[in-house]
């Protein structure tokens, strides 16, 4: 009877070590655009904050304005490879699968989870704000590295897009998966969200108060 009892659990065992394992062996691209995603959102709050730090002079109260410049396009960059991440295995995963004209092109996704506002799937729609602050991304990125120097005047009307890309990215994040449905994650996102948004209504006050306002 005891060997009976020990057989059965070591089958039972067994078997559920082989589901986990099977488990983790097809989700593990789903955990990578998680992380990435995680990261991407990481980096961009504190790309803001040491941006929005420059501008008030914070920043420079910690790091030298050479240093400053440095670490905010390493930021920039860092951020531009956690998004090629969180988007390229999309393409692989097999829980939600993304072609690549449903992962470039607004509003060509189907992804649902039920939720429903003006008859669209909400997590549809946050999907669609997360390519939007994508090519967001791209363009005050690539602006960054190339008109700074050559063309401020554009560069920085194009700066002013950060808003907008922080703003998609918080409703992305926050509808689109489900790690920041309820619970704890929900509740640091929303106060890293209003955290932020304090802090850039502290830098649009400073809008054209000073000569070289960025």
Known sequence: MHALIYSTSHIIASST???????????????????AGFVAAL?????????????????????????????????????????AIHIGFLLIDHFVSFSLIQLFLPFA?????????????????????????????????????????????KWRLLHYLSYLIVFFVFLHALYAGSDLKYGT??????????LLGLAIVSRLRRIGTTKNDD
């Not at 994650?185 to 209003?194: E, K, L, Y």
Request: charged share 10%; aromatic share 14%; proline share 3%.
């Open 185 to 194: 994650f929900r509740s640091g996102w929303v106060f890293f969200g209003i």
């Open 17 to 35: 070590v082989t589901v986990a394992a099977h488990r983790v062996s097809n989700s593990w691209p789903w955990y990578i655009i998680r992380a």
């Open 43 to 83: 980096l961009l709050f504190l790309l803001m904050i040491s941006g929005i730090g420059q501008v008030t002079g914070y920043t420079y109260r910690f790091i030298e304005p050479i240093k400053a410049w440095t670490l905010h396009k390493a930021l920039a960059i860092a951020l531009c490879a956690a998004i």
């Open 109 to 153: 996704n189907h992804y649902s989870n039920g939720t429903k506002v003006l008859g669209l799937p909400l997590a549809g729609i946050a999907v669609t704000l997360g390519i939007l602050a994508m090519y967001g991304v791209i363009i005050v990125v690539l602006s960054s590295l190339g008109w700074i120097n050559t063309k401020k005047d």
